[in-house]
C-alpha cells in the first residue's frame, strides 16, 4: 500500500480534503504493518487513525476502548460514511444474545472492518474463542493511557491486554492517547509489550484554550450560575469529584433556569445515553458530570470547562479541559482550587496500598504546583509533559492576563541548586526546603545532611519563595523532576553551567488562596448594600420585634437585613433565598418587610440585580427528615444521636442548623427530662434580653453557671418558641 493515495481515499471516505498534523504518517506506518504509539491532544484526529487504515486493510481491526459512549458514537459515524450497516459494530455488556450473535456473523462474513471492545469483554473465554477464527487487521489501543498507574484514570483490566493479543493471534498494534507524561508513554509501551513502537508525538498547546484558576469559597455555586449566564446559549461542561454533588449542582442549575443534566456512572445507560443525545443535539446546555462524561463525546464547540473541584492529576485536568474548544474556537476552562479539596484526596488514599498513596500524592503535589503558582499557565502545562513553550506570555492564562511584578532571586537560585548538589540529588522538594532553610527534621539528622556546608543557606528568607524558585528552575531547564522515583530533584547540565556562571534569575511568588470561605455580607461579595432601604429594615425590625415583645434579633439576625438591603426582595418566596429566612420566619414576619422594600424599589426606580438572587434546592437530607420527625414522635434527644451515630454535640450541632433555618421543633419533653425549670427559666429570660443569640457571649455573661449543651437546648426551644 505505499504508493497508496491516502489523501484521495480520506475525501472519498471521510470528505476531509487533507490529514490534520502527524495522520498521514501514522497511518502509512500502520499500514506497513509497524507496532505505532500516537501522542495527540483531544481534537487531534486520533480516532481517524485506526479508523481510515481499518477501511483499507484486510479483516477486521479490534478497537479496544473503556468507553461504551465512544463506542456508539464512532460506530454511528462508521456505518453513516458506508454504504451498509455492520461495517462498524460494537460488543459490550449492555447488548443481548440476538445482537451480540449478529455482530458475530458479521465479523466471519468479512463485513464488518471495525470492532470496538470494552478491555472487560476482551477477557471473557467466548470472545477470545470467537476472535480467534477472525483474520485481524491490527491492535488499536484508545486511551493507553489507563493502562500506567501513572496516568489519571488506571485501569488494572488494561495490564491483561498483551497476553490476550497473543493468545488471540498477533498483528500490528497502535496505542493511541491524549494525554501521557514520559513515565506514563514508557508504561504504556512496556505494558503492551511493543518497546520499538514508531513514536508520533503531538505538540500539546491548545493556544485557543483560556486557562484560569478561582478560590474556591463557599459562594461558588452563584459564581458558575453568573458565569453561564453570561455566556447564555454556549455548550459546557461541569465537572465534579463526586456524584452526589453532580445531582445537587445540576438541580441548582435547572432551577435558575439553565438548561443542565446531571452524569455519572451511576445513573441508568438510557438515561445517560439520553443525555449525551440531548447535550449533543443542543436540547441542553451544560452537563454537570463526573469524569465520566465527555471521553469520546465528539462535541466540536463545548464553550466552557469548569472544574467544581480541583482533579486528582494534571493529566485528568489536561483532559477534561481538552473537551473545549475542540473546533480551534473560544475554549474558557475556569478551576476552583482550594486546599482543603487537596486535603480531602489525600484521606481518600488511606486505605490503598503504600506505593499506590505515594503516586496519588505525587500527583496532587503537581496538580498544587499548578494551581498555586503564578507563572503561565500553559508553560507549566506544556512542561509537565515534556515540552517547552518559549513564549514569556501566552496572553491566553489569569497569570498573563494580570502577571504579578518579578523579582530578583538569583541568591535563592543558587542556594536551591548547590544544595540539590550537596544532597547527591537524592530527595523530593520537600526535604530540600526544608534543607535550605536549615530545619533539622529527624529525615534529614538520619542522614547527617545538618552537618553539609550549605545546610541553612536559605535560613531567614520568607518560606513562600522556595516552591516558586524550584519551579521556575524546573520549567527554566536547571532542574528536574524525576517522575520515576516519585519526584525527586536533580539538577541538570544547564543547571551545572548557571552555577559556574550564574546569571540574573527573576521569578514571582505564588498565588493565595484563602483557606477562609467568604461570609456572605455585602462586603465580602463585592455587592454595594443599599444603606438607606438598610436603615429603614433595622428602625422596622425595631417596631415589629416590640410588637412581639422579643429582641430584634429574633425576628431578622443583621446578616438577613443586609442581603434583604442588597437583593431587594418582594415577596415572600424571594425573601426565602435570604440567608436565615425559612418558611415559618417568612410567614411570620416577613410581608411587612416585604412591602417595605418594594415600596423603596418603587420610590427610587430600583432595577433589582436578578443575577444575585441564585435560587436554591432543598437538599434531600434524610439526616434532617429523620431528626425532624424523631423529635416529632419525642424520642429523647440522647437515643436519636446514638442512634444515628452521632456525638451529641455534633447532634445539636445539626438540630441548630435545623432551627436556624426557620423550622419549629418542641423539644419541651426532653428539658423536662434532663434540666430543673428554674435553670431552663433563667437562660431563656436571658436570651429574652439579650442583643444575641452567640452561645460564647452566653457563656460568658452567664457567668460559668451552666453548662454550654444546657445553653444549647434552651437556645434551640427559645428561637423555637419566638422566632419560627
Known amino acids: 500500500m505505499e504508493n497508496l493515495n491516502l489523501t484521495e481515499k480520506l475525501k472519498q471516505l471521510f470528505g476531509f480534503d487533507k490529514f490534520k498534523g502527524d495522520q498521514e504518517k501514522v497511518i502509512r506506518n500502520l499500514l506497513s504493518g509497524n507496532d505505532t504509539f500516537v501522542l495527540m491532544p483531544t481534537g487531534g484526529g486520533k480516532s481517524l487513525c485506526y479508523q481510515l487504515p481499518s477501511l483499507l486493510m484486510d479483516g477486521t481491526a479490534i478497537v479496544i476502548s473503556p468507553l461504551i459512549a465512544l463506542m456508539k458514537n464512532q460506530v454511528d459515524v462508521i456505518n453513516g460514511i458506508s454504504e451498509s450497516d455492520g461495517v462498524a459494530h460494537c460488543l459490550n455488556s449492555s447488548m443481548n444474545k440476538s445482537a451480540i450473535d449478529k455482530v458475530k456473523n458479521d465479523v466471519l462474513s468479512g463485513k464488518t472492518k471495525l470492532l470496538y ?37 488506571f485501569r488494572p483490566e488494561y495490564r491483561r491486554i498483551r497476553p490476550i493479543i497473543n493468545d488471540i493471534g498477533k498483528s500490528p498494534v497502535i496505542a493511541l492517547t491524549a494525554t501521557a507524561t514520559d513515565k506514563v508513554r514508557m508504561d504504556i509501551k512496556k505494558n503492551l509489550g511493543i518497546p520499538d513502537a514508531t513514536e508520533f508525538r503531538s505538540s500539546f498547546n491548545r493556544p485557543n484554550l483560556y486557562y484560569e484558576v478561582r478560590t474556591k469559597t463557599n459562594q461558588i455555586d452563584k459564581q458558575i450560575i453568573k458565569f453561564i449566564k453570561q455566556n447564555p446559549g454556549k455548550s459546557g461542561i461541569v465537572y465534579c469529584l463526586s456524584r452526589k454533588k453532580v445531582e445537587e449542582l445540576a438541580a441548582v442549575l435547572c432551577a435558575n433556569e439553565i438548561k443542565a443534566a446531571p452524569y455519572h456512572a451511576g445513573l441508568d445507560t438510557p438515561v445517560r445515553n439520553q443525555t449525551q443525545d440531548d447535550f449533543l443535539m443542543e436540547e441542553i446546555d451544560v452537563i454537570v458530570a463526573t469524569i465520566a462524561f465527555g471521553m469520546g463525546i465528539d462535541k ?46 489525600e484521606k481518600f488514599m488511606a486505605d490503598k496500598q503504600v506505593a499506590e498513596q505515594d503516586i496519588g500524592r505525587h500527583l496532587l503535589q503537581e496538580t498544587e504546583a499548578y494551581a498555586e503558582s503564578s507563572l503561565c499557565r500553559r508553560k507549566l502545562l506544556l512542561s509537565y509533559f515534556g515540552e517547552t513553550y518559549t513564549e514569556d506570555n501566552c496572553c491566553n492564562c489569569d497569570n498573563c492576563l494580570h502577571p504579578k511584578e518579578k523579582f530578583e532571586a538569583t541568591e535563592e537560585l543558587k542556594c536551591v541548586l548547590e544544595s540539590v548538589v550537596a544532597i547527591k540529588e537524592n530527595f523530593r522538594t520537600q ?30 528568607k ?111 418566596k424571594e425573601l426565602q433565598n435570604v440567608q436565615g429566612v425559612g418558611q415559618g420566619k417568612a410567614k411570620r414576619y416577613g410581608q411587612v418587610f416585604c412591602d417595605v422594600i418594594k415600596k423603596h424599589c418603587e420610590d427610587n426606580e430600583i432595577i433589582r440585580p436578578e443575577d444575585l438572587r441564585v435560587r436554591t434546592v432543598a437538599k434531600n437530607s434524610l439526616r434532617k427528615v429523620k431528626i425532624i ?54 437562660i431563656y429570660d436571658y436570651f429574652m434580653q439579650s442583643e444575641t443569640d452567640k452561645i460564647s457571649v452566653a457563656l460568658d455573661e452567664l457567668g460559668g453557671d ?15 418558641d419566638l422566632a419560627n
Open 706 to 720: 451552666y453548662e454550654e449543651d444546657e445553653i444549647r437546648l434552651v437556645r434551640i426551644k427559645f428561637l423555637s
Open 629 to 682: 420527625q424523631s423529635i416529632d414522635k419525642g424520642m429523647p434527644l440522647d437515643d436519636i444521636a446514638a442512634s444515628m451515630n452521632m456525638e451529641f454535640e455534633d447532634f445539636l450541632t445539626e438540630v441548630e442548623r435545623i432551627v436556624d433555618s426557620g423550622t419549629k421543633l418542641n423539644i419541651n419533653y426532653f428539658l423536662e427530662e434532663v434540666m430543673d425549670d428554674e435553670v431552663v427559666d433563667d
Open 431 to 460: 526535604y530540600l526546603i526544608d534543607f535550605v532553610k536549615g530545619r533539622p527534621t529527624d529525615d534529614i539528622t538520619s542522614h547527617k545532611h545538618h552537618e553539609l556546608e550549605v545546610f541553612g543557606c536559605g535560613e531567614g
Open 300 to 345: 466540536p464547540d463545548v464553550r466552557f470547562v469548569i472544574h467544581y473541584d480541583i482533579p486528582k492529576s494534571l493529566e485528568g485536568y489536561y483532559q477534561e479541559t481538552g473537551r473545549a474548544g475542540r473546533d480551534g474556537g473560544e475554549g474558557k476552562c475556569i478551576a476552583f482550587y482550594s486546599h482543603k479539596d487537596l486535603q480531602k484526596l
Open 462 to 572: 520568607r518560606d513562600k519563595l522556595w516552591n516558586p524558585v524550584i519551579r521556575y528552575a524546573i520549567v527554566e531547564g536547571l532542574l528536574r523532576k524525576e517522575v520515576e522515583d516519585y519526584g525527586t530533584i536533580k539538577i541538570t547540565s544547564a543547571g551545572k553551567r548557571w552555577l559556574k556562571d550564574p546569571k540574573p534569575f527573576f521569578i514571582t511568588e505564588d498565588n493565595e488562596f484563602s483557606e477562609e470561605e467568604d461570609d456572605d455580607t455585602p462586603a465580602a461579595r463585592g455587592v454595594a448594600l443599599d444603606p438607606e432601604l438598610f436603615a429603614v429594615l433595622k428602625s422596622l425590625r425595631k417596631d415589629v420585634a416590640k410588637k412581639h415583645n422579643v429582641p430584634p434579633y429574633v425576628v431578622f439576625q443583621d446578616i438577613s437585613l443586609e442581603q434583604m438591603a442588597t437583593m431587594y426582595p418582594i415577596d415572600l
Open 117 to 153: 471492545m470494552a478491555p472487560e469483554s476482551l477477557t471473557k473465554d467466548e470472545y477470545v474463542a470467537f476472535l480467534r477464527q477472525v483474520k485481524i487487521s491490527f491492535y488499536a489501543i484508545d486511551e493507553a493511557h489507563c493502562i500506567s498507574e501513572w496516568g489519571h484514570d
